[in-house]
Structures are given as C-alpha cells and as structure tokens.
C-alpha cells in the first residue's frame, strides 16, 4: 500500500498519465533502498531523502502513528505529510540550533496560523512516540504521547499559499538525516462535507463562493474561535474569549453579499462592512447587527440597535427573523452610499448612510469610517455562538 514520492501534489496533476507513470517506477525503485520493513518497523535507512507516501489518497481522517528516532547519527528530523503537504513535525528536540527545543507536532510550514507545537511532549530520543492526528477540512488536531500540542488549526498549502490545501491527497512520511522508524499506522476515514457550490444563475451572474464548508482559506483574523464545522463556520467562544473578529482576506467596495446565519438564545453578532481590520468595525467601518432579536437582556434596546440595522445608524424593521435555531438566508446589497438588507425574502433595511453628508446619526456618535470607499467583510463577536454558511459575493 505503499509507493515512492514524485515530486508534489501540484506537478502531479499536470503530469499526463504515461509521464506519471513512468516517474512513479522510478520513484518506487528509489524508495525500496530508502525504507525497508525490519522486525515489524516500517524503517528509513538513514540516507537518501525520498518520503514513503500511500498509494490511497484521503480526505478527512484520523489516524495513530508510532514513531522513533535512532540516537546514532546527527541532526534528527522527520514528519508526517497531511494531503501531501508538509507537515506534522518529528525532530531532536535537543536540536536547538534549528529551533526543535519547542517540540515535535507543530504544522512546520505554516505562515499565516500557528506552526509551534503548544508544549512539549517528546519522549526521550531514541524512545518510542505516538501520534494520534485529526484532519478535518482544513483543520489540524494533534495528540503527541496523549498530550494535545495542535489544537484544530488550519494547515497551508505549502505548494501554492493562494489555494486552500487539497480536498483529498496521499499521506508521507517523511525522513532524513538519521534511521528513522514507524509502526502501528491506523487510519478512519471519516464522512467528507460536501463543498457548497453556487447555483446556475449565481454563477452565471458573477458571484464568488466565499465558504463552502470544506475550508477557511478566504478568512482572517480569529481562525481560533471561528471553525469550520460540518459545513458551517461556528464562533464557539473559548472560556474567557469574547469571540474577536473574523474577517475576508481580500477588501471589496460595492458588493451584493449572500449568507445563512443560526442563532443560539440571546446571541449578539455582526456583519461588518468596508471595515479595516483593527478597530470597532461599527464606528470605523460600518456594523449590519446580528442578533435574536426576542431575547429579554434586548427588549430595552435603541430601534437602530436591532437585528440587520446599520449599527447607530440606520434602523431595521423588525419581524422577518426566524425562530432561535432556524436558518435564517440574508442578503445585503451595498453600493455606494446606498445599503439594502433583505432576510428570509423581506427587505428590512433600505437607506442612504450619507444623509446629511453622515454629520448626523441616529445615535449622535462620531462614526468616522462610515463612508468609507473599501474594506474588509468581517463577523463580529460578542461572546455569542453562532453559525454560518453558504457564503457567497458579488462585486458590482
């Protein structure tokens, strides 16, 4: 079950059959002086560097690994490759010239999210480890000797950062520079969301799927408290966080926007708009509320206060919300200074930001990013869980 490596998932695929074909057998060759099967140990002779990769590929899974790295030779270093992109990181945490004194079982090549392990948990060099790794989506978890070090982050698409990593690829191990060796690999497979597509006419119209359940590779900001979750993206708030703000990786100026949002009792969000990424996004960009409308702590609320209003601003009619724990479908068409915002088919907000040149709000506060020309779409929290889904844009 098991093969040489050729090259990287992306050369792969632009690889005609034949040309493929060809490369593998010469992969395979290089492999079998590479890695041997010794006394039950899947085991890396300590010379060459060519990752075993398997012949299946896989998309979401967990899987237990034992690994060990020999004391004799010098300069330690494996990995496991998730989806064929490097990697969950195995080294000499003695190795401090290169930084191994953080641990084994960080995302190495990470960027953008966390690349370090959170503690250590290395066994003695020379000793048996065991992994146990959790892919979901675009998601990480790693257990090293029982302890958690990866805790649900996005792992990079080290071949190409401008993609989201790949739905389904080969899994390697990966070794070089002294014997490496490891046993008891298991693997589930576990049931794969099914990527949210836009329909005929969206397509048709120009819109852009900004999640589609499978990846947040389109979002910034708080990846932490914001995941992806069985085709949604959940802000469940860890204890003590407030929730923070998620945010699109790109800026836009006038857009149609598209999602489905779920409210849990008394919850409180927001949609920002042309937002920078630093600041309150309701003064120094433009704040559409999210929030159940018919909880109690709201019922002594400012009209411009509730669910879908412009935050401080522009009031919305009220009445369109659905029930706590329904999906709810809204829609916001922002184009110039103009703002509409349609729920569950009703529109409830349609208005000019700038009357009055926007000197004068409904909550007599200064909100000096109103009009501004672009920015960042961002959910803001409030230390409230909630969910969203089938998110998608249009540039106008």
């Not at 034992?66 to 969950?88: F, H, N």
């Not at 004194?101 to 960027?111: A, C, P, R």
Request: charged share 25%; aromatic share 10%.
């Amino acid at each position: 079950g098991w093969k040489g490596l050729v090259e990287n998932p992306i050369a792969r695929a632009k690889m005609k059959p034949a040309e493929l074909a060809k490369k593998q057998a010469a992969a395979d060759e290089t492999m079998r002086k590479d890695w041997v099967v010794n006394n039950g140990l899947m085991e890396y002779v300590g010379h060459g560097f060519d990752n075993i990769c398997t012949e299946k590929q896989y998309g979401d899974f967990e899987m237990y690994v034992d690994w060990k790295l020999y004391a004799e030779g010098s300069e330690a270093d494996a990995g496991i490759y998730l989806r064929g992109t490097p990697q969950v990181q195995i080294w000499d945490t003695a190795r401090r010239n290169v930084g191994a004194e953080v641990g084994s079982g960080g995302l190495y090549n990470n960027q953008v999210n966390p690349s370090k392990p959170s503690k250590v948990a290395d066994n003695k060099l020379g000793t048996w480890n065991t992994f146990y790794i959790k892919m979901v989506g675009d998601r990480v978890t790693v257990l090293l000797n029982g302890e958690k070090v990866v805790d649900n982050v996005i792992l990079e698409n080290f071949w190409d950062r401008s993609q989201a990593i790949f739905p389904i690829e080969q899994i390697e191990l990966q070794a070089h520079g002294t014997k490496t060796a490891f046993r008891n690999l298991y693997i589930n497979e576990l049931p794969r969301t099914e990527p949210y597509e836009l329909s005929a006419e969206e397509q048709k119209e120009g819109f852009k799927v900004l999640f589609d359940g499978t990846n947040m590779h389109e979002w910034i900001g708080n990846t932490r408290d914001y995941v992806s979750n069985d085709g949604m993206i959940s802000l469940v708030p860890h204890e003590g966080s407030y929730g923070g703000n998620l945010y699109t990786k790109d800026e836009y100026k006038d857009v149609v926007f598209r999602f489905e949002f779920k409210l849990t009792p008394g919850a409180n969000n927001g949609l920002g708009i042309r937002t920078p990424t630093e600041g309150d996004a309701a003064y120094v960009g433009m704040e559409l509320q999210i929030l159940d409308n018919d909880a109690p702590i709201y019922k002594n609320l400012e009209p411009y206060q509730y669910h879908g209003s412009v935050y401080g601003v522009i009031p919305a009619k009220r009445g369109a919300l659905k029930p706590v724990g329904e999906w709810n479908y809204q829609e916001v068409i922002a184009k110039g200074n103009h703002i509409k915002v349609i729920l569950n088919g009703e529109v409830i907000v349609d208005g000019d930001i700038a009357s009055d040149n926007g000197k004068a709000t409904a909550d007599h506060k200064q909100h000096p990013g109103l009009l501004n020309e672009k920015g960042h779409i961002g959910f803001l929290g409030h230390g409230s869980e909630v969910h969203f889904r089938n998110i998608r844009i249009k540039e106008l």
